[in-house]
């Protein structure tokens, strides 16, 4: 076997990438491609300084620590 015969290895090994239409970023996982789009739809996007989260948890936090905004005011 020679390196010759091996055009697209990467292909060839069923990996595939799934690229983000909206910047191109590379996902190696559907999940994460999906996870990924929800940036994009503003769902994990600061609204005050448009920070984008990896999840809503992490804006929920976000905007507590940096903003000082709690999303239960009746907590
Ligand atoms: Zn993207
Ligand atoms: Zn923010």
Redesign the pocket.
């Known amino acids: 076997m020679t390196k010759s015969n091996l055009p697209d290895v990467k292909n060839k090994a069923g990996v595939k990438n799934f690229s983000?239409?909206?910047?191109?970023?590379l996902m190696h996982h559907w999940k994460s491609?999906d996870l990924?789009?929800k940036?994009?739809s503003g769902e994990t996007q600061c609204h005050l300084c448009h920070k984008v989260l990896n999840r809503s948890y992490a804006l929920k936090l976000h905007l507590f620590k940096v903003h000082g905004i709690s999303s239960h005011p009746h907590m």
Do not use: A, T
């Open positions: 983000c239409e909206v910047c191109g970023k491609l990924h789009m940036m994009h």
